[in-house]
């Protein structure tokens, strides 16, 4: 281990301990696993390499982790739950091994049989939908959604259609969410989202804050209309003030009573990386049982 990362579980407790003291919710999830699940430096790697899931060491060094971390935080009553792996590949064998993961933290202790599992659809979020359709325990699917990243179509995709696309139960982009919570009885969350555009989208804007301002509410009223809850992705105070405006602006709205403050492990050796939490309050009865 890292000097970087000695003693460094008790500030992951100090934190959990801050949010339980304000009424906040915490979602604890490995972002970086032994041999990283994606290959990405976010994952802690920087040779580009998946190297997890046909490493049976790596396997065995994952699931060390997870079981410590169930351990320590099946009995914490802030803690909403644990999400296995952050944006793993989709790989074939993913399904495979979230269910072996999961069989075995449910045998960790007796509280852990009913406790909130959360898995990462590979951005896959049909194929998730299906699994978690066919489990009868605590599973929720977390899809990520950008339109800045990745595919170069979605990176071109005017803003307005974007925006149409997001109307509740309108819209294609809606009705994929709405689709995919049906067939997983809304156990859904989108737990990272941004009002980032590429300035392919934007061109042709006359109001370019306008247009992200739209987006953005679109998405909060898509993800609040088809989900069981959301968290925005954030690092700068810019990005805090504008959705908290756009909160303010719909807080007759139920999401303004969802709220996650999302704490997030960022490798193996259990560092931490604080993301982003919305304004107001949420504890674990209110979460472990939002969630149908």
């Avoid at 803690?79 to 091994?97: H, K, R, T, Y």
Wanted: aromatic letters at 10%; hydrophobic letters at 40%.
């Amino acid at each position: 281990m890292a000097a970087a990362y000695v003693n460094s579980w008790a500030r992951v407790v100090r934190a959990i301990n801050w949010a339980e003291k304000y009424g906040l919710g915490i979602l604890v999830d490995l972002h970086g696993a032994p041999g990283s699940q994606n290959g990405q430096g976010h994952s802690g790697t920087s040779d580009g390499i998946q190297n997890l899931f046909d490493n049976p060491t790596n396997v065995q060094l994952t699931m060390n982790v997870l079981t410590y971390l169930v351990q320590q935080l099946v009995k914490v009553n802030n803690v909403v739950g644990i999400q296995i792996l952050n944006e793993p590949n989709n790989v074939d064998g993913l399904p495979a091994f979230y269910s072996n993961a999961i069989t075995k933290l449910r045998q960790v202790a007796p509280e852990a049989a009913s406790f909130p599992f959360y898995i990462h659809d590979g951005f896959d979020l049909g194929r998730f939908a299906d699994y978690i359709s066919t489990r009868n325990d605590f599973v929720v699917v977390d899809h990520h959604s950008y339109f800045v990243f990745g595919d170069a179509n979605d990176q071109k995709r005017p803003a307005q259609d974007l925006v149409t696309s997001l109307q509740p139960a309108k819209g294609s982009l809606s009705e994929q969410l709405l689709g995919a919570a049906a067939e997983g009885r809304r156990n859904m969350v989108v737990d990272e989202w941004s009002c980032a555009l590429s300035e392919a989208a934007l061109q042709g804007s006359t109001d370019p804050v306008g247009a992200r301002q739209k987006f953005c509410t679109g998405q909060m009223e898509s993800y609040t209309n088809a989900t069981a809850g959301w968290s925005f992705w954030s690092k700068s105070n810019t990005s805090y003030r504008l959705i908290s405006m756009l909160t303010n602006r719909l807080q007759d709205r139920v999401m303004r009573q969802r709220c996650q403050l999302v704490f997030q492990i960022s490798s193996w050796q259990i560092t931490s990386n604080l993301v982003f939490l919305l304004p107001s309050s949420c504890d674990q009865a209110h979460f472990r049982n939002h969630v149908v």
